[in-house]
């Protein structure tokens, strides 16, 4: 399954881009968008504009690309 921003395509490359309200640096790919510190929940992913991505945010789920497809197989 491909990971990428669903606005300009831009691919995670495993970093920890991404900070969370508890100051935790993290990648929000490795742990289905929940803080492995905190337990804080994101269902918005702001694509990293730091890293070459457009800062635009995107519901989580839409960043995994035949999300839909891959789920239906599993079921």
Known sequence: MRIRCPKCNWEPDGDAYWKCQCSEH???FDFA???PVCGAQYFMT??????????????????YEDFDNTVEVEI
Do not use: I, M, R, T
């Not at 504009?49 to 989580?60: D, I, K, L, R, T």
């Open 26 to 28: 993290w990648n929000p």
């Open 33 to 35: 968008a929940k803080c």
């Open 46 to 63: 702001q694509c990293p504009g730091n890293a070459g991505g457009c800062n635009e945010f995107s519901p989580h789920l839409d960043w």
